[in-house]
T-cell receptor
Framework: NAGVTQTPKFQVLKTGQSMTLQCAQD?????MSWYRQDPGMGLRLIHY???????DQGEVPNGYNVSRSTTEDFPLRLLSAAPSQTSVYFC????????????FGSGTQLSVL | SQQGEEDPQALSIQEGENATMNCSYKTSINNLQWYRQNSGRGLVHLILIRSNEREKHSGRLRVTLDTSKKSSSLLITASRAADTASYFC??????????????FGRGTQLTVWP
């Protein structure tokens, strides 16, 4: 099993550009989520999903969209990138019965200039 | 905010010593988890302790939970250089909380010197 796969690993955007961060898992997990990690801030939940077709907002959802058309994939879209979105983004998944036991991807380092 | 807070922010010890990290949180919880993050990598789940448990062990890890004080501690015994990493606690928001909403602390950076 590959686990949780995130692409790309690094990305540089200009302010106003849009892009999609990809996340895929092959563990048949119902629950998937996106976090951002900023220095000194810990991880903050952006959006999450408890199953295909179901998404909800986390702590910091503004400027991001998600969709969940399949169990495996949970892409994160930046609509109009801003410098404040410079961060490291992590996708995580788990079975809904054990949401605490998250499996994380290796992260995407995003810089917005 | 329900966010947990780890203490200390940084800890530096010699190999073979024990490392203790603490986590405090603000509201009731269903469970609390500890994760490790090596530099430049994703987080790895270490251990989960439920609100009705007081202590849990996994190899060299020992986690305690005191719900009356809203605090938890992670003890790593006989530390190794490979234990060098950041350690995070994560909580939910307790009974009635929305499934899937987890709150992470800012982490403790542990450095173990050979």
């Amino acid at each position: 099993n590959a686990g949780v796969t995130q692409t790309p690993k690094f990305q540089v955007l200009k302010t106003g550009q849009s892009m999609t961060l990809q996340c895929a898992q092959d563990m048949n997990h119902e629950y998937m989520s996106w976090y951002r990690q900023d220095p000194g801030m810990g991880l903050r939940l952006i959006h999450y999903s408890v199953g295909a077709g179901i998404t909800d907002q986390g702590e910091v959802p503004n400027g991001y969209n998600v969709s969940r058309s399949t169990t495996e994939d949970f892409p994160l879209r930046l609509l109009s990138a801003a410098p404040s979105q410079t961060s490291v983004y992590f996708c995580a998944s788990s079975f809904t019965g054990e949401v605490g036991k998250l499996f994380f991807g290796s992260g995407t380092q995003l810089s917005v200039l | 905010s329900q966010q947990g807070e780890e203490d200390p922010q940084a800890l530096s010890i010699q190999e073979g010593e024990n490392a203790t990290m603490n986590c405090s949180y603000k509201t009731s919880i269903n469970n609390l988890q500890w994760y490790r993050q090596n530099s430049g990598r994703g987080l790895v789940h270490l251990i989960l302790i439920r609100s009705n448990e007081r202590e849990k062990h996994s190899g060299r890890l020992r986690v305690t939970l005191d719900t009356s004080k809203k605090s938890s501690s992670l003890l790593i015994t006989a530390s190794r250089a490979a234990d060098t990493a950041s350690y995070f606690c994560a909580t939910d928001a307790g009974r009635g909380s929305t499934l899937g909403r987890l709150y992470f602390g800012r982490g403790t950076q542990l450095t173990v010197w050979p």
